[in-house]
C-alpha cells in the first residue's frame, strides 16, 4: 500500500471543496460502487441513449476498461482539480460529437451530446450516488444538506451540453423529472441484454486471477442483488429481472454493515480502488488520504473557464452543430472504449 506522502496533491480544490454535501456523499463507499452499477443500469432505459450504446458497443467491447473510465470522469467532476475538470469536460464533448446515429424503433436521430441525453445521464449519476448512500449508508440528508446537494447537482451539469434551468433543484423535483421520462422510456431485447451485461459486470472489475475468481463471483452476485434492490419494480419487469422482497432486505441490511466498515478503513477503500479503477486512483487518493491540494481554492465554472480560456459546453456543441450542417458525420463512429473518458452515455 502506498505510503500517504507518495500520494500527488490536486492543483486546488475544482468546484465542491471539502465543506461541499457532494464530497460527503460521493466518497462514501456506495458512490463508486453500487451508485455507479445503479447510474449505469438505470440508463440503459432510455431509447435513444440505448442505440447509441448498442451501435458503440460501448458496454460489450472491453467492459471493464469502459467501467474505469466512467468512474475515472464521475469522480473527476466531483473531486478533481479545475483544470482537470475542464480537459475531461472538453474531451467528452468531442468524443460525444462523433456518436450519433438512428435510434431504430422510432426512426429518430440520436446525438450523445443532446442536451435531453445529458441530463438522463447526469441525473441518473446523481440521483443513483444519493439512493444507495441513503439506503446503504448513513441514511438520508437533512432538508439544508439535500437542498445544497442538488444544487451541487446543477453546479456540475455545467460540465455538460446541459440546460441547466431543466435541473431539478429538489427531490420533488427529481421524482417530477422521472415521471415526465417514465412514458419515454422503454425496454427492447438490446435494453434487456444490457441490463444483464452491466448487473453482472462486478467481477470483470478484479484482475483475471484463477486466485482472484471466487472472490469475483462473489462480488457479481452481491452487486447484482444490490442493484436490483435499488429499482422500483416497474423498471424491474421492464428489464427483465426479478427479486424477492426478501433478498431485497437481506442484502440491504447485509451491504450497510460492510459499507460501514469500509468507510471507517482509509487502507480498505484505496485497496478496493487500487483493485476496481486504477484510473480513479491519482483523483481520489488525495481526498481518502486528506492531502491537501496546492492552492486551497474552490472555482466557480465562469472563474475557471475565464482563467482558462475555454468555451462552456453549450457552446462547444453549437460550434461542432454548425460544422456538421457543412460536413455531417458517418453514425456512430467506433468506441471500443479505448478512448478516455467517455460515459456510457
Not at 88 to 101: E, M, N
Not at 247 to 276: C, E, G, N, P, Y
Request: hydrophobic share 40%; aromatic share 10%.
Amino acid at each position: 500500500m502506498s505510503n500517504h506522502n507518495e500520494v500527488v496533491p490536486h492543483e486546488d480544490y475544482g468546484f465542491f471543496g471539502p465543506d461541499s454535501v457532494s464530497w460527503k456523499v460521493f466518497s462514501y463507499p456506495t458512490a463508486l460502487s453500487v451508485g455507479f452499477q445503479r447510474t449505469v443500469v438505470t440508463e440503459m432505459y432510455e431509447p435513444y441513449l440505448l442505440a447509441s450504446v448498442n451501435d458503440t458497443g460501448a458496454v460489450r467491447k472491453r467492459p471493464s476498461l469502459r467501467y474505469d473510465r466512467t468512474l475515472q470522469y464521475m469522480a473527476t467532476v466531483t473531486f478533481g482539480d479545475s483544470t482537470s475538470v475542464l480537459k475531461a469536460s472538453d474531451i467528452l464533448v468531442k468524443i460525444h460529437s462523433k456518436i450519433t446515429g438512428t435510434e431504430p424503433i422510432s426512426g429518430l436521430r440520436y446525438d450523445a451530446n443532446d442536451p435531453e441525453a445529458q441530463l438522463w445521464i447526469h441525473l441518473t449519476a446523481w440521483h443513483s450516488v444519493l439512493y444507495t448512500y441513503e439506503k446503504f449508508g448513513p441514511g438520508k440528508l437533512g432538508p439544508e444538506e439535500e437542498q445544497r446537494y442538488w444544487a451541487e447537482c446543477a453546479l456540475a451539469a455545467q460540465f455538460q451540453t446541459i440546460n441547466i434551468d431543466d435541473v431539478p433543484r429538489s427531490r420533488e423535483q427529481m421524482r417530477a423529472y422521472y415521471e415526465r421520462m417514465r412514458p419515454i422510456l422503454a425496454a427492447t431485447e438490446a435494453t434487456q441484454e444490457h441490463v444483464e451485461l452491466l448487473l453482472n459486470a462486478a467481477d470483470t472489475l478484479l484482475p483475471d486471477s484463477a486466485l482472484l475468481w471466487p472472490v469475483a463471483k462473489l462480488t457479481q452476485a452481491v452487486f447484482r442483488r444490490a442493484t436490483i434492490a435499488t429499482l422500483p419494480r416497474w423498471m424491474r419487469k421492464m428489464g427483465g429481472v426479478r427479486q424477492s422482497p426478501v433478498t431485497d432486505a437481506l442484502i440491504t441490511v447485509t451491504l450497510r454493515m460492510f459499507f460501514r466498515m469500509i468507510a471507517h478503513s482509509v487502507a480498505a477503500q484505496r485497496f478496493v480502488l487500487r483493485t476496481a479503477s486504477p484510473l480513479t486512483v491519482p483523483v481520489l487518493d488525495p481526498i481518502l488520504c486528506a492531502v491537501p491540494p496546492n492552492n486551497p481554492m474552490v472555482w466557480t465554472p465562469e472563474q475557471a473557464r475565464a482563467r482558462h480560456g475555454m468555451l462552456t459546453p453549450a457552446e462547444q456543441y453549437a460550434r461542432i452543430r454548425a460544422a456538421d450542417a457543412q460536413e455531417p458525420l458517418p453514425d456512430h463512429a467506433a468506441a471500443d472504449g479505448s478512448r478516455p473518458l467517455l460515459a456510457f452515455g
